[in-house]
């Protein structure tokens, strides 16, 4: 069960961590033990986010955030938590989850802010540099002076 900050009621839902396709994400805050009260001060200071969903996580020191990454990321959101004062879990797991997460939308992001090729045109590039390069499969002999057997 978790408490929504959208609808304020509990709410069923699914794991934390599954393969999010597309730009909504759903994403866990882990908060270190001290200082006390920190995930409820969290949840209310993110639940007033336009674009944000929050959900507390019951009996554990963590938080649901769904967002676009289009409008925030988990590293953005966990660095102005930082900057407010509060502490995240900072075990090697969370971590690497961290590092995962931060890779992951940062190249989505840079994937789709990038312009997109002409597929169909893109072997061009390389004919022409094929073309210009010296690589013995050219014969400049004229055609009437080869000898053919």
């Known amino acids: 069960m978790r408490q929504s900050?959208?609808?304020?009621?509990?709410?069923?839902?699914?794991p934390t961590f599954v393969?999010?396709?597309?730009t909504f994400k759903r994403r866990e805050l882990r908060f270190g033990a001290l200082p006390p009260e920190q995930t409820h001060r969290a949840f209310e200071l993110l639940s007033g986010l336009e674009g944000l969903r929050v959900e507390a996580i019951e009996g554990?020191?963590?938080?649901t955030v769904s967002y676009d990454i289009f409008d925030y990321t988990l590293e953005g959101l966990e660095e102005a938590l930082r900057q407010q004062g509060f502490h995240l879990d900072n075990t090697l797991y969370s971590k690497i989850v961290r590092a995962l997460v931060r890779y992951c939308e940062q190249t989505q992001l840079h994937t789709l802010r990038s312009p997109q090729r002409l597929?169909?045109?893109s072997n061009e590039v390389y004919v022409?540099?094929?073309?210009?390069h010296l690589h013995g499969d050219r014969d400049d002999t004229p055609p009437e002076l080869r000898e053919y057997k």
């Open 5 to 14: 900050a959208n609808h304020g009621h509990a709410v069923h839902s699914g």
């Open 19 to 22: 393969p999010t396709p597309g």
């Open 60 to 63: 554990r020191r963590a938080l």
């Open 119 to 121: 597929i169909k045109k």
């Open 128 to 132: 022409k540099a094929w073309d210009h």
